[in-house]
């Protein structure tokens, strides 16, 4: 294998990628090695959805097609290459669109049984959200229970899945143009379920044979799931889990302790691991892992759900996406407890290099080799501390090759776009008026939402620091959910120093007015849709435009892998946002969807794809855009203007 620092920039990742092949444990950085990726499927141009195929439709390298050669490079069906790459792209946002309506669906269903007093353990936290959806549905509350406002709201929510006809009823949220262009356009999904449906419908062997036509579809399935199944999975777990405030916690593998039974949550689905947090903290539990030699229970996330954990809880982070096996590869992790969702199935296998149990909880989600414990909302403690219970008795079977990487970083999450409201506006006059002041003013240029996953195909997480550091230092707010939190956070940008360090000077003055670091942990990946808000909010405070599409604001997923990456990134620019993805791109096997779906849809949509693997070119695509719209705002001299005097200092003190 190659070596290891050319793989990772974290140098605990580097440790572990060692001690596995010195241990003959397989991780991912070693399949990326000895597996090949496909060209033809990377580019988009195999088709595999019937069985007269699967047909390669790839362009010849290196020389000019002639109109006949071009005629004639189709599937067995005729499909066209346009066809197939655009298929192909509509069928990875159904996924990732399913994927987090799944997750939604899931959430309404245990908000209901919440708020019947179905799930015992579980109440309502954010009584105020609940309220305001409330009022947004047009839900009676007058001298009702919370529990009986909550029953009608989980109904309506659990609707916008099945629904056929009208429009999902959080596009109202977004700003009106926004709203009117969607009709216009036909993109306005109507269900959440039905969107999907329709799109593998239309991609189908012989169904929708126009691009353009099948890329309409793909706005509109994205469309369902920002403002619709990932908008509703977030809104229901503030309500019941609580939304998030600044958090001070920790992130790497150095967060695994030596002494203790550590438990690692990874998935998305918070319901178990907010029960587990509770059953970690029972001094009973705590008894018991005593009784097995250990000092105590370390609970510790991985991936989403210990965004969610961090944001809410604190709950240390052990790592994101390609770390996953490298917690086992440590010898020091008693059991790792999935839900669903990015969860690699070589956990099992790396597990029987060591004496992790791996258990799954969800009937949606079993892995072959695992151990399934079946999670039960409605005897929620029950169900966790059974689980933690296993993980106890597993102690003892800890071997003697144990070791944990030092490194862990300080970190800061929790920043909702509640909490950013707060923190700029201060609790009386919560807005985003303070920050869209100092956008107007210069000191800060514009802002970037950079999240998505983690990808072996690159240095594990160094595309993304790359990225982050030159928009900061470009005077570039960042807010990052996913795994690409992670990276920064381990990196130390998610601590307020970090603004004196790495920011330029008009991005670290307000930083350090406020007391925020320059980069925000936003959350989990269903909490893009809190970028969505902070966007609207933006444009609802004033002066800057009256579209999304106007904000000086851009978006990346410098490392992604999953298909809900392409999910999100359609619905941000369907919903008006410049976005740039690294990595590979999956349609560059048809220059004509490619150019639709990179300059066509700024036409259309105001916000467009773009493709660049390299960070720092990519980050510079976003600035230029935030430039191009401070133009057009007409707040382009303001920042030419900005000197950073005193007066202008003491003038930032007092905001
Ligand atoms: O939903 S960022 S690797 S963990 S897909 Fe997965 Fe990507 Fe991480 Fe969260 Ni999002």
Not at 414 to 427: A, P, Q, R, V, W
């Amino acid at each position: 294998m190659a070596e290891a620092e050319n793989k990772s920039s974290d140098k605990a990742t580097i440790e572990m990628i060692e001690k596995a092949a010195q241990d003959g444990a397989r991780v991912v950085f070693e399949r990326a090695e000895t597996t090949r990726a496909c060209p033809i499927g990377l580019e988009g141009s195999c088709c595999s959805i019937c069985a007269m195929g699967p047909c390669r439709v790839m362009a010849p390298k290196g020389k000019e097609e002639t109109a006949e050669e071009r005629r004639k490079r189709v599937g067995v069906c005729g499909a066209t290459p346009e066809t197939i790459a655009a298929r192909n792209f509509l069928r990875k946002i159904a996924a990732g669109t399913a994927s987090h309506g799944d997750h939604g669906r899931v959430m309404a269903k245990f908000f209901l049984a919440v708020a019947k007093g179905e799930a015992p353990d579980y109440e309502i936290k954010d009584e105020q959200k609940l309220l305001q959806l409330a009022l947004d549905f047009g839900v009676n509350i007058g001298d009702r229970s919370n529990e009986e406002i909550a029953v009608d709201v989980g109904k309506l929510l659990l609707n916008e899945f099945g629904k056929q006809e009208g429009e999902l009823l959080f596009l109202k949220r977004a700003p009106l143009k926004r709203q009117e262009l969607w009709r216009k356009l036909g993109v306005a999904p109507r269900g959440i379920d039905r969107e999907v449906v329709e799109a593998m419908h239309r991609t189908h062997m012989g169904v929708d044979q126009d691009y353009k036509n099948l890329l309409l579809q793909g706005s509109r399935t994205a469309l369902a799931d920002g403002w619709g199944g990932s908008m509703i999975a977030t809104e229901i777990q503030d309500i019941v889990f609580g939304t998030p405030a600044p958090v001070l916690s920790q992130i790497n593998l150095g967060v695994l302790k030596e002494d203790e039974v550590n438990v690692i949550i990874h998935g998305h689905e918070p319901q178990l691991a907010e029960m587990m947090a509770i059953a970690a903290q029972d001094p009973e539990m705590i008894k018991y892992a005593k009784s097995k030699g250990a000092k105590g229970i370390n609970l510790a996330g991985m991936c989403c759900t210990a965004n969610e954990m961090l944001m809410r809880h604190g709950v240390p982070i052990a790592g994101n996406f390609l770390q996953q096996e490298l917690a086992v590869v440590t010898g020091a992790v008693e059991a790792m407890v999935v839900d669903v969702q990015c969860i690699m199935q070589g956990l099992t296998d790396t597990a029987n290099c060591y004496h992790t149990k791996i258990i799954t909880t969800d009937p949606r989600a079993k892995i072959q080799g695992a151990t399934h414990m079946e999670f039960d909302e409605h005897n929620a403690l029950k169900s966790a501390k059974a689980v933690l219970k296993a993980a106890i008795d597993n102690f003892v079977n800890r071997g003697k090759n144990v070791r944990i990487p030092q490194q862990k970083t300080d970190m800061i999450a929790g920043f909702s776009h509640e909490t950013i409201n707060y923190l700029l506006g201060g609790m009386f006059r919560a807005s985003y008026r303070p920050l869209n002041d100092n956008i107007i003013n210069g000191r800060i240029r514009g802002v970037a939402g950079v999240v998505g996953c983690n990808n072996p195909r690159v240095i594990h997480d160094s595309v993304n620091l790359a990225m982050v550091k030159e928009l900061i230092k470009n005077d570039v707010l960042v807010l990052q959910t996913g795994c690409m939190a992670m990276a920064s956070a381990k990196a130390g940008l998610m601590i307020p120093e970090a603004a004196s360090e790495y920011a330029g000077e008009g991005l670290a003055s307000v930083c350090e007015t406020v007391g925020i670091p320059p980069v925000l942990h936003m959350g989990s990946c269903i909490d893009n849709t809190r970028i969505l808000m902070a966007a609207t909010a933006m444009v609802k405070d004033g002066g800057l435009g009256d579209d999304i599409s106007d904000l000086p604001v851009a978006g990346a997923a410098p490392e992604w892998m999953s298909e809900k990456a392409i999910a999100i990134g359609q619905y941000f620019v369907g919903s008006g946002v410049f976005t740039v993805f690294g990595v590979n791109w999956p349609t560059l096997g048809s220059k004509e969807v490619t150019d639709f779906l990179f300059k066509d849809f700024e036409e259309m949509y105001g916000g467009m794809w773009a493709f660049e693997p390299d960070p720092i070119k990519a980050a510079h695509l976003m600035i230029e855009h935030i430039d191009k719209k401070r133009k057009a705002l007409g707040i382009d001299k303001a920042r030419e203007r900005v000197l950073y005097d005193m007066a202008m200092r003491r003038e930032l003190d007092a905001v």
